[in-house]
């Protein structure tokens, strides 16, 4: 033991800013003064975003029909009622035809919405085999246990792609036509269906099985289709770069919707006289209606969109940006006539001191 | 700490285990010890014995004992593993943890990967495991330093002592220890180097103490002139099985010839002890390692639960119930949502397997079965794992602070119990023992009336005061003891180890200024010895006159017949008066230069021969002149010796050192005597010395002022500086006579007869003495006024000689009071003259007391109170013990935070009144409360604080920033996970109640555990509301903890309505923001936790109080860890993560800028009612916490003032605190007003025994504090694991103050009266109580409880359940304290 060892004393703590709890250290103090510029500015940014955000979404133009059919609803009714408890419904066409007075600005995506379609309830979001898709041989002829009860065929054939997402896969189909001048004749307004899913979903997420003899058909022998299906997967479309699960339309009704309202995109509108927009003049769609919705209560609705940066037509965020900015600068003079009060009694205590 | 069975330590055969079994059985309650040296009694085990090897204890009896290997490690390698899993499930949480995890892997129900789920519990597991395994592996490597530390055993193959590890000692091996060495084992004393066959012990690894206890070699084995042989010792040793009394030791030991000998607790050197002023012992093992008392007493890390832990487990189970609520709504909803749905074919239903759809009862059932794994996080799993290391933090930031340290002692502020910190934010009530605690312990002589005369030392006042002003300026004062030697370190070398283990907070408060102290404590260790200020006493004159008087008057007068009858009575009182107080007393004389190195070698044959008794003695072969003398006949010369040297061995605490004649300097020999580790054998007595004793006692005259005493109590050592002052110095002690030098006189050497110690029962201590002036038997007795004066002669008014007497009585009364009110305390001596006759009478009857076997206390007891009767008053004395720096500043502090204080003490209640107004402890208009109760100690402290002034920072300060920050953080997770859970569960309204998530699985699983633990973490660790310099100028402020205003139902209610508020917020911002648009439910759950996450941060934002670099960096570091974790989760593998598979979902979410205008927004709103409630709530209403902060805020700007002043200025806010003080107050009021104080009080109860002796004085000495360390018995303990009936302290080895525990009883105060509404204050005047007190108590809730069940065996004691329930923290505050191992 030596003096300078036991100068300080073996169980001193150490005397350091954080050991004795001294860090620098910012304190804000939540009152009116503090919080007063705090409600103001964040009034005034939200205002403005939330005006940014209105007039955006107001430039968004929408066009939106209702196919389900329900009676006296228009022409769709027909097959609505025909379709109705026969699977697979025969194929009934019906249009829903409209007018533009003007153009209407590009680019336009034309989504359809189902309504009432729980996508995302638990048995069924679960009832896929995501090693299926991606084109896994084993998995093709091997489903996963969720996709029961859509594993295997009555067979007994692995079904392709298996589970109750795909096999409620969204089947009607439209085509477009317009119609330049009154009484002229319809032009088929090209749907570029391509490039509707996600980038990674079309090339990475889903994948064909390896071809068999240069065939998809050979491919996917050994599987069947599944129940709800009229076709096998391979002959969804004709286009080897949009068939079987790669197949865009197939893609995008896999990424199963958040809400039980939900719009899928169905095609875009870009191509030649209508890269810009729809033009003026008479329009009809025409519906092959497949898909039915009516026995559980849903709907089917055909959406024309245009996009702006913040996406589709959404006034929502706009108005909200705006009601709560609006609260904010409101919170923000309470504060400020507390702050004033507080303030003024604040001195008199000084003065009285 | 769990202890092993003995019987698992020593794997036995099973047919010797089976033996043993039944050889317990039929030994019943009594342990037989063999020496292991003898041979074996049976055949069987002979071949044991040999087959075992050499080294094998082949006592048959002894087979089955413990070893005294020390184990509390709870695992083996290979037991961690189940063990610490069966442990950790013990814990409810887990059970349900795991049961969630393995509902999962039920197909039906699960909701996510069954591996995924077993994730965070596994970590949980995991990190208690590590933490668990740390721990045991700390106390496994202390057990191996213990375990390998050196002793002396007699090793039989040798015939002589070999050095063995402390873990190789067995029950019945002999071993030799040396001064300052630890004791390895409880050891029965056979043989010391000491001619009177004692042994001095230092108990303070047991309890604190610092002074010395006397052992005694086993009766029969002191008279043993040649070194002990082990080979010889044949004798059977029966004593009672190992228990924790610490105050108790029974047996007998069995000779060869039949014959039996007692054996008490003075014959047992306890383990953990160390050996004091001894060259060298030798003793026989009773009891090892676990058997040994002090382990038995040891119980280990106390785990107790918080006020706010209770509250929380409360507000847990309401989540439990809101989780069920959830889990069965969701049901209910999807058993309608599939029954409507049934018929319909729609194409998201999923049939059953076989095509059947479920029923929705059956689905119902499996719903609600799914929602509660996916609402698990509710329960928060990781708030318990939080907690802990929040805690941890705390105890060490409390250990960490400079503020809390004493740099006198070197010590800091200990927390023994991890786990109640926060209770210290929430104390009501302190109960403190005054002495030692409030005050210095360092008994200073102010006054003093003899025979009715006041003598006032007014230079003595004058010289107080002094030391008074030079304390301040403590540091410029030269150390006094810079002469000491370097003494200690080399010879406590060996132990340093343990001794810092055990004895962190050693203390030397008898030295005089702090720089002292502090030299002192790097010199040595064992300063037990008074400071100039309560040495250098100015006598009074006149006093000091009549004393010179009666010395010259005797000094002519000595040959004479009757000398004493030459002096008036009142010099005749004066003489005796002196007398008294230098030999009514345990007091040890020591040299300055060796403190408690007992000087060898007897000379008395050399000194001047002074007196005609002193010739006798010289020639007397005895050295008890009974014999020779007049009373000779009174008892035979054997049962005269051994009833003495018995009796003073019962006066216990009696420290009995003696100092020859002053040959003390420290020839080398004798330094190294006891230390030199290499000692084999003692040499008897270094006969150089003898040759040369002249020399030796010129240098020992010369260093006659330099006599050092040394007491049991300081009181003691206060009076005999005082009689020094007068020239009537104590010059030495021996266990049968006492010197006293006078100057004319010469020295005068009392043969010391009998010792009869102080006993709070007696509250008064006596001596029976031959006088040796005139050769009769005197009876000094010293003790509280109260009793003495009621044992004083009666005096018939008829002669002048009694009237006069009475005169001096009632005026020796008056003075008396006068002390008290000066707060000095008081002390009576009187005196009574036995004639032979008298004498022989009680001697008789000792005797008989002292050699009964049963009821000796009982019998003892009697016979003391027998002698103590008739008395003649001589005088009284008041002595001032000097509170503690910063005392009163203190109390007014806790006062103002609230708190009741309630001082124990044993004063007068005078004298109590008036330290109470000293200490601020008092008001005028305040009442006092009286009473006696008895009580029971209980020690077990929680924390340990260096000084009194200390608690103010430790309560309102760490207590208040503990409770708190731990407060808020548990309010924190509640809402965190509430929140969380809402988002969840709102969404089962848009998706059929199906328990299905929009949020990925693994970001709801890693969500607590990962994102958003760290922040929290660190505020909940760091954050201070209040500044500390604010808590101690504004003390109120510690009422909120008082009122736990954080933390209550309301708040927690709020608390959750705001997370239902903010998960509302949070869910239908996106939800509207995204309806009817494209999004898929994983890219949207995926927003969904983003804006949760943000939204958790904003809120930890607004609940921050202080932000340091810490924070921010905790906060940035949980969003960039959440966005790399999503960014590289979802881009690692497309196929990976079924169901929600969400490859490049954060990629595309990052890449839209609704994103972000959704977080924003969405975070804002949620968070806007809160933040504005809170701010203006801030400016309209604030609470004192936030006018405390902002006076920080403002101070600095206003004041530009140094924290001093602004910490003794009047606040700018005063104004406005009070109006809002008032309210809190009042909206209180009620519950401290019809409070009854449900308290009671432990304290140990002295049964009327007369073993509790040696403490000589009478009132209220009985504190054996040597230590100032504080103890807070928090009040937390749980009912199964209250009051621990004979704790270490109580029961400290020696110590024979305490008693039994067997007679102790235990009475409720709260019933005995309630408690005043306006006062904080109570003053509890209670000798008995106080008498007790060294032992710290322990106070608390479990003890309550008990107490509850007790008090209907009261009469009074209408005691409201919710009282009990309300006032439940209280804070028990006395001195001295060590845990023993």
């Known amino acids: 033991?030596?003096?300078?060892?036991?100068?300080?004393?073996?169980?001193?703590?150490?005397?350091?800013?954080?050991?004795?709890?001294?860090?620098?250290?910012?304190?804000?103090?939540?009152?009116?003064?503090?919080?007063?510029?705090?409600?103001?500015?964040?009034?005034?940014?939200?205002?403005?975003?939330?005006?940014?955000?209105?007039?955006?979404?107001?430039?968004?133009?929408?066009?939106?029909?209702?196919?389900?059919?329900?009676?006296?609803?228009?022409?769709?009714?027909?097959?609505?009622?025909?379709?109705?408890?026969?699977?697979?419904?025969?194929?009934?066409?019906?249009?829903?035809?409209?007018?533009?007075?003007?153009?209407?600005?590009?680019?336009?995506?034309?989504?359809?919405?189902?309504?009432?379609?729980?996508?995302?309830?638990?048995?069924?979001?679960?009832?896929?085999?995501?090693?299926?898709?991606?084109?896994?041989?084993?998995?093709?002829?091997?489903?996963?246990?969720?996709?029961?009860p859509y594993q295997l065929s009555a067979a007994g054939l692995p079904i392709a792609p298996c589970g109750a997402i795909a096999n409620s896969l969204f089947n009607d189909s439209f085509s477009l036509w317009?119609?330049?001048?009154?009484?002229?004749?319809?032009?088929?307004?090209?749907?570029?269906?391509?490039?509707?899913?996600?980038?990674t979903d079309y090339h990475v997420k889903f994948r064909n099985p390896p071809l068999v003899n240069g065939s998809l058909a050979l491919a996917f022998q050994g599987t069947a289709p599944p129940p709800n299906w009229p076709r096998p997967v391979y002959d969804l479309s004709s286009d080897p770069n949009n068939t079987g699960f790669i197949n865009q339309d197939f893609v995008v009704w896999m990424r199963t919707a958040a809400l039980p309202t939900f719009r899928k995109l169905y095609a875009r509108i870009r191509q030649g006289n209508y890269s810009a927009g729809l033009p003026r003049g008479a329009y009809c769609v025409n519906i092959i209606y497949n898909y039915p919705v009516r026995a559980f209560g849903g709907h089917k609705r055909l959406i024309f969109s245009s996009i702006s940066w913040m996406g589709g037509k959404n006034p929502f965020l706009g108005i909200a940006y705006l009601v709560v900015g609006s609260l904010c600068i409101l919170t923000g003079f309470v504060m400020l006539v507390v702050y004033i009060r507080y303030q003024d009694q604040n001195d008199e205590d000084e003065d009285e001191q | 700490m769990e202890r092993e069975p003995a019987a698992a330590e020593e794997p036995a055969p099973p047919g010797r285990r089976w033996r043993w079994r039944r050889r317990r059985r039929r030994e019943g309650r009594k342990r037989t010890v063999r020496s292991n040296l003898m041979p074996p009694p049976g055949a069987e085990d002979t071949a044991a014995g040999a087959a075992k090897g050499a080294r094998r204890r082949q006592c048959g009896g002894a087979q089955h004992l413990a070893d005294n290997r020390l184990k509390t490690t709870k695992y083996t390698l290979l037991s961690f593993l189940p063990k610490n899993l069966f442990e950790q499930f013990h814990r409810v949480a887990n059970v349900y943890f795991v049961f969630i995890a393995m509902l999962n892997f039920v197909p039906a129900v699960n909701a996510f990967q069954p591996g995924l789920t077993l994730a965070p519990v596994l970590f949980i597991?995991?990190?208690?495991?590590?933490?668990?395994?740390?721990?045991?592996?700390?106390?496994?490597?202390?057990?191996?330093?213990?375990?390998?530390?050196?002793?002396?055993?007699?090793?039989?193959?040798?015939?002589?002592?070999?050095?063995?590890?402390?873990?190789?000692?067995?029950?019945?091996?002999?071993?030799?220890?040396?001064?300052?060495?630890?004791?390895?084992?409880?050891?029965?004393?056979?043989?010391?180097?000491?001619?009177?066959?004692?042994?001095?012990?230092?108990?303070?690894?047991?309890?604190?103490?610092?002074?010395?206890?006397?052992?005694?070699?086993?009766?029969?084995?002191?008279?043993?002139?040649?070194?002990?042989?082990?080979?010889?010792?044949?004798?059977?040793?029966?004593?009672?099985?190992?228990?924790?009394?610490?105050?108790?030791?029974?047996?007998?030991?069995?000779?060869?010839?039949?014959?039996?000998?007692?054996?008490?607790?003075?014959?047992?050197?306890?383990?953990?002890?160390?050996?004091?002023?001894?060259?060298?012992?030798?003793?026989?093992?009773?009891?090892?390692?676990?058997?040994?008392?002090?382990?038995?007493?040891?119980?280990?890390?106390?785990?107790?639960?918080?006020?706010?832990?209770?509250?929380?487990?409360?507000?847990?189970?309401?989540?439990?119930?809101?989780?069920?609520?959830?889990?069965?709504?969701?049901?209910?909803?999807?058993?309608?949502?599939?029954?409507?749905?049934?018929e319909k074919k729609s194409l998201f239903d999923v049939p059953e397997s076989d095509g059947s759809s479920l029923s929705p009862v059956t689905a119902a059932v499996y719903s609600f079965l799914t929602m509660i794994i996916v609402l698990q996080v509710l329960i928060p799993i990781s708030l318990y794992v939080s907690i802990e290391i929040v805690k941890v933090c705390q105890v060490y930031f409390i250990n960490q602070d400079v503020e809390l340290y004493d740099e006198e002692t070197d010590s800091q502020l200990q927390c023994r119990a991890l786990n109640i910190t926060e209770d210290l934010g929430q104390i009501q009530y302190i109960f403190s023992d005054k002495t030692g605690t409030l005050t210095e312990n360092k008994m200073v002589f102010r006054r003093c009336t003899v025979s009715g005369i006041e003598y006032s030392h007014d230079a003595n006042?004058?010289?107080?005061?002094?030391?008074?002003?030079?304390?301040?300026?403590?540091?410029?004062?030269?150390?006094?003891?810079?002469?000491?030697?370097?003494?200690?370190?080399?010879?406590?070398?060996?132990?340093?180890?343990?001794?810092?283990?055990?004895?962190?907070?050693?203390?030397?408060?008898?030295?005089?200024?702090?720089?002292?102290?502090?030299?002192?404590?790097?010199?040595?260790?064992?300063?037990?010895?008074?400071?100039?200020?309560?040495?250098?006493?100015?006598?009074?004159?006149?006093?000091?006159?009549?004393?010179?008087?009666?010395?010259?008057?005797?000094?002519?007068?000595?040959?004479?017949?009757?000398?004493?009858?030459?002096?008036?009575?009142?010099?005749?009182?004066?003489?005796?008066?002196?007398?008294?107080?230098?030999?009514?007393?345990?007091?040890?004389?020591?040299?300055?230069?060796?403190?408690?190195?007992?000087?060898?070698?007897?000379?008395?044959?050399?000194?001047?021969?002074?007196?005609?008794?002193?010739?006798?003695?010289?020639?007397?072969?005895s050295r008890l002149t009974s014999g020779s003398s007049s009373i000779g006949s009174l008892a035979t010369k054997s049962t005269h010796k051994s009833g003495s040297s018995f009796l003073s061995t019962l006066s216990n605490n009696s420290t009995l050192l003696r100092l020859e004649e002053r040959l003390g300097q420290p020839t080398p020999a004798i330094t190294s005597n006891g230390y030199s580790s290499g000692a084999e054998g003692w040499s008897p007595e270094p006969a150089a010395r003898e040759q040369e004793p002249e020399r030796e006692l010129e240098q020992a005259q010369e260093q006659e002022q330099e006599l050092r005493y040394e007491a049991e109590s300081p009181d003691e050592a206060a009076l005999v500086y005082a009689a020094r002052a007068y020239n009537c110095a104590l010059a030495d002690r021996l266990h049968d006579q006492v010197s006293v030098e006078l100057p004319h006189l010469g020295r005068l050497t009392f043969e010391l007869l009998h010792t009869l110690g102080f006993d709070s029962i007696r509250k008064r201590m006596s001596v029976v003495i031959r006088h040796p002036l005139t050769d009769e038997i005197y009876v000094y007795t010293k003790g509280a006024d109260s009793v003495i004066m009621d044992l004083l002669l009666p005096c018939s008014s008829d002669d002048a000689r009694g009237r006069h007497q009475k005169k001096i009585q009632s005026m020796t009364q008056n003075y008396l009071n006068l002390y008290a009110v000066e707060g000095l305390r008081t002390l009576c001596i009187a005196?009574?003259?036995?004639?032979?006759?008298?004498?022989?009478?009680?001697?008789?009857?000792?005797?008989?007391?002292?050699?009964?076997?049963?009821?000796?206390?009982?019998?003892?007891?009697?016979?003391?109170?027998?002698?103590?009767?008739?008395?003649?008053?001589?005088?009284?004395?008041?002595?001032?013990?000097?509170?503690?720096?910063?005392?009163?500043?203190?109390?007014?502090?806790?006062?103002?935070?609230?708190?009741?204080?309630?001082?124990?003490?044993?004063?007068?209640?005078?004298?109590?009144?008036?330290?109470?107004?000293?200490?601020?402890?008092?008001?005028?208009?305040?009442?006092?409360?009286?009473?006696?109760?008895?009580?029971?100690?209980?020690?077990?402290?929680?924390?340990?604080?260096?000084?009194?002034?200390?608690?103010?920072?430790?309560l309102i300060v760490h207590g208040h920033w503990c409770y708190s920050r731990l407060a808020n953080m548990v309010l924190y997770f509640f809402y965190k996970n509430t929140m969380f859970v809402g988002l969840l569960f709102w969404f089962q309204f848009y998706c059929g109640f199906s328990a299905s998530t929009m949020i990925d699985q693994w970001y709801l699983i890693l969500f607590n555990l990962l994102f958003s633990s760290l922040p929290q973490l660190v505020t909940g660790v760091l954050d201070k509301d209040v500044p500390a310099y604010v808590l101690l100028t504004e003390p109120q402020l510690y009422r909120s903890g008082q009122h736990m205003e954080e933390y209550r139902p309301r708040t927690f209610w709020l608390n959750m309505a705001d997370a239902a508020f903010q998960s509302l917020v949070c869910f239908f911002v996106p939800y509207l923001a995204y309806y009817d648009s494209d999004t898929d439910v994983f890219t949207w759950g995926t927003l969904i936790t983003a804006i949760a996450l943000f939204t958790f941060l904003l809120h930890l934002g607004i609940e921050t109080k202080t932000w340091t670099w810490l924070n921010w960096t905790a906060c940035g570091l949980s969003i960039l860890l959440f966005f790399t974790v999503a960014l590289i989760y979802n881009a690692s593998c497309a196929t990976c993560y079924p169901p929600s598979n969400p490859y490049w979902t954060m990629q595309i979410l990052m890449g839209d800028p609704m994103f972000y205008l959704t977080c924003l927004l969405t975070s804002v709103t949620a968070l806007l009612p809160r933040l504005f409630f809170k701010a203006l709530q801030g400016s309209l209403f604030p609470t004192q916490l936030q006018l405390g902060r902002q006076f920080t805020k403002k101070s600095p700007k206003k004041f530009n003032a140094p924290k001093e002043t602004f910490a003794q200025g009047h606040l700018p806010g005063e104004m406005r605190t009070e109006p809002a003080e008032q309210k809190s107050v009042s909206t209180s009021g009620p519950l401290s007003q019809d409070c009854t104080l449900p308290v009671s009080w432990h304290t140990q109860q002295p049964s009327c025994s007369p073993e509790a002796s040696g403490e000589p004085s009478t009132v209220d000495m009985g504190v054996p504090l040597r230590e100032d360390t504080l103890l807070a018995g928090l009040s937390s303990q749980t009912p199964g694991s209250s009051m621990p009936e004979e704790a270490v302290l109580e029961g400290c080895p020696g110590d024979s103050k305490r008693k039994p525990t067997s007679t102790s009883r235990t009475t409720l105060l709260s019933s005995i009266f309630n408690l005043p509404t306006f006062s904080s204050l109570n003053w509890i005047s209670s000798l008995s109580l106080v008498s007790r007190l060294g032992s710290v108590l322990q106070f608390s809730r479990g003890s309550l409880q008990m107490d509850k069940q007790d008090s209907e065996f009261l009469p009074s004691a209408p005691q409201p359940e919710q009282d009990l329930k309300r006032a439940d923290h209280g804070l028990l505050l006395g001195a001295s304290s060590r845990d023993c191992s």
């Open chain 1, 178 to 199: 317009h119609q330049r001048q009154p009484g002229g004749p319809y032009v088929e307004v090209p749907l570029d269906r391509t490039g509707i899913a996600w980038w």
């Open chain 2, 125 to 342: 597991l995991a990190v208690t495991a590590f933490k668990d395994l740390w721990e045991d592996y700390s106390r496994h490597r202390s057990d191996h330093e213990i375990n390998h530390l050196g002793c002396l055993v007699f090793s039989r193959e040798k015939k002589q002592y070999v050095n063995r590890f402390w873990k190789e000692i067995h029950v019945g091996d002999f071993v030799r220890l040396r001064c300052n060495e630890i004791i390895p084992a409880d050891i029965l004393l056979l043989s010391s180097s000491d001619p009177d066959g004692l042994c001095h012990i230092e108990t303070a690894n047991l309890d604190g103490e610092t002074n010395l206890k006397r052992r005694q070699v086993v009766r029969g084995f002191s008279e043993h002139v040649s070194e002990f042989n082990p080979l010889t010792f044949t004798s059977v040793i029966e004593c009672e099985k190992p228990n924790n009394d610490l105050t108790r030791f029974r047996g007998c030991i069995i000779h060869d010839n039949g014959k039996k000998a007692g054996l008490y607790k003075e014959n047992l050197l306890l383990r953990g002890c160390t050996i004091r002023n001894t060259e060298a012992v030798v003793g026989i093992v009773i009891y090892a390692g676990h058997e040994t008392k002090a382990l038995l007493n040891n119980s280990g890390p106390r785990y107790k639960r918080s006020q706010l832990e209770r509250q929380m487990n409360c507000d847990v189970l309401w989540c439990v119930l809101l989780l069920v609520f959830m889990s069965l709504f969701s049901a209910i909803g999807h058993g309608l949502w599939v029954w409507r749905y049934k």
């Open chain 2, 831 to 954: 005196k009574r003259v036995l004639s032979k006759e008298e004498y022989a009478c009680w001697l008789q009857s000792h005797l008989e007391a002292e050699s009964s076997l049963d009821n000796r206390e009982e019998l003892l007891f009697q016979s003391a109170i027998r002698l103590e009767t008739n008395l003649h008053l001589l005088g009284a004395t008041g002595i001032e013990d000097r509170l503690q720096d910063g005392v009163p500043e203190t109390i007014t502090k806790l006062r103002q935070a609230g708190l009741q204080i309630w001082v124990l003490t044993g004063d007068k209640q005078e004298t109590a009144i008036n330290i109470a107004y000293a200490c601020k402890l008092l008001d005028h208009d305040e009442d006092i409360i009286t009473l006696n109760a008895e009580s029971r100690a209980v020690m077990a402290s929680d924390f340990a604080v260096p000084r009194f002034r200390y608690l103010q920072r430790l």
């Open chain 1, 1 to 148: 033991m030596t003096w300078s060892a036991t100068a300080r004393g073996a169980h001193q703590p150490d005397n350091t800013a954080f050991t004795q709890q001294r860090l620098p250290a910012w304190q804000p103090l939540l009152s009116a003064g503090i919080a007063l510029p705090l409600f103001f500015c964040a009034g005034l940014a939200f205002i403005g975003l939330g005006l940014g955000l209105y007039y955006s979404s107001n430039g968004i133009k929408e066009l939106e029909y209702d196919y389900t059919g329900n009676p006296g609803t228009g022409n769709c009714s027909v097959c609505a009622q025909a379709g109705q408890g026969r699977a697979p419904p025969p194929s009934c066409s019906c249009a829903w035809c409209f007018a533009l007075p003007e153009l209407f600005q590009g680019p336009v995506y034309l989504y359809y919405e189902l309504s009432n379609f729980y996508q995302n309830n638990r048995r069924y979001g679960v009832s896929r085999d995501d090693a299926q898709l991606s084109g896994l041989p084993s998995a093709l002829h091997h489903p996963v246990n969720e996709c029961a």
């Open chain 2, 461 to 621: 006042a004058r010289r107080l005061a002094k030391y008074q002003e030079a304390d301040s300026e403590e540091e410029e004062m030269v150390p006094r003891g810079s002469s000491l030697p370097q003494r200690g370190s080399i010879g406590s070398h060996q132990s340093v180890h343990i001794m810092h283990r055990i004895q962190s907070t050693k203390t030397h408060r008898r030295t005089g200024s702090r720089a002292e102290a502090k030299r002192a404590s790097m010199l040595s260790k064992h300063t037990a010895f008074s400071s100039p200020m309560e040495k250098d006493i100015a006598p009074d004159p006149k006093l000091f006159e009549k004393v010179s008087e009666c010395d010259r008057c005797l000094a002519v007068a000595r040959h004479q017949e009757h000398p004493l009858a030459h002096l008036s009575p009142e010099l005749s009182d004066v003489f005796d008066f002196f007398i008294a107080l230098t030999i009514c007393n345990t007091v040890v004389v020591t040299s300055p230069d060796q403190p408690r190195q007992k000087v060898r070698g007897r000379f008395e044959l050399k000194s001047p021969v002074k007196t005609i008794e002193d010739f006798l003695r010289r020639f007397t072969p």
